[in-house]
T-cell receptor, first 115, second 114 residues
């Protein structure tokens, strides 16, 4: 069975600063995808960034980037130049290749961006 | 382009009743998946439908069922409701559910069982 662990229940960062959210996972599979999703108060889950496990290069999307360490099974999210609109729950998620749309989520990190 | 639409937004039921939730995917998307979100268990995968067929199923009792129509709209049904079924139910759609494909989520249906 696959597990995803987010050890930081809550984090706070000042506007314009950088913050890193941690995620570790456990699997015996070799082909999989990793994701970070954001859930604002509107409750709608929004994809932030995606990483294919077979790619060594870390994914980036504007102010968001990941540090993917496959051997350590670690997948952290770095948010640069934090904005008030980044305030949300952030979920790390995992999907095995071949399991259509079946995401395994971590417990989430609540991020608060302050002035 | 309209997003994923879930109805109703809120629902209150009593124990023993049954409930049906609806999900309309983004136009052109043929895969619809359902997730349950609770404070205690977090986000858990319920099932996924593609072309009216269930392709994948999570570890939920048989009281939880679903179906998909020819227009890709999906419904999920929970029979004999229990207090523990109180949760936010999220629906997600994608083009064909290929691994790694981006999932687009709706805003969910908040179910309260009294």
């Amino acid at each position: 069975a696959q597990t995803v662990t987010q050890s930081q229940p809550e984090m706070s960062v000042q506007e314009a600063e950088t913050v890193t959210l941690s995620c570790t996972y456990d699997t015996s599979e070799s082909n999989y995808y990793l994701f970070w999703y954001k859930q604002p108060p509107s409750r709608q889950m929004i994809l932030v960034i995606r990483q294919e496990a077979y790619k060594q290069q870390n994914a980036t999307e504007n102010r968001f980037s990941v540090n993917f360490q496959k051997a350590a099974k670690s997948f952290s999210l770095k948010i640069s130049d934090s904005q008030l609109g980044d305030t949300a729950m952030y979920f790390c998620a995992f999907m095995i290749t071949g399991t259509a749309s079946k995401l395994t989520f971590g417990t989430g990190t609540r991020l608060q961006v302050t002035l | 382009k309209a997003g994923v639409t879930q109805t109703p937004r809120y629902l209150i039921k009593t124990r023993g009743q049954q409930v049906t939730l609806s999900c309309s995917p983004i136009s052109g998307h043929r895969s619809v998946s359902w997730y349950q979100q609770t404070p205690g268990q977090g986000l858990q995968f319920l099932f996924e439908y593609f072309s009216e067929t269930q392709r994948n199923k999570g570890n939920f009792p048989g009281r939880f069922s679903g179906r998909q129509f020819s227009n890709s709209r999906s419904e999920m049904n929970v029979s004999t409701l229990e207090l523990g079924d109180s949760a936010l139910y999220l629906c997600a759609s994608s083009l064909d559910g290929t691994a790694g494909e981006k999932l687009f989520f709706g805003s969910g249906t908040q179910l309260s069982v009294l």
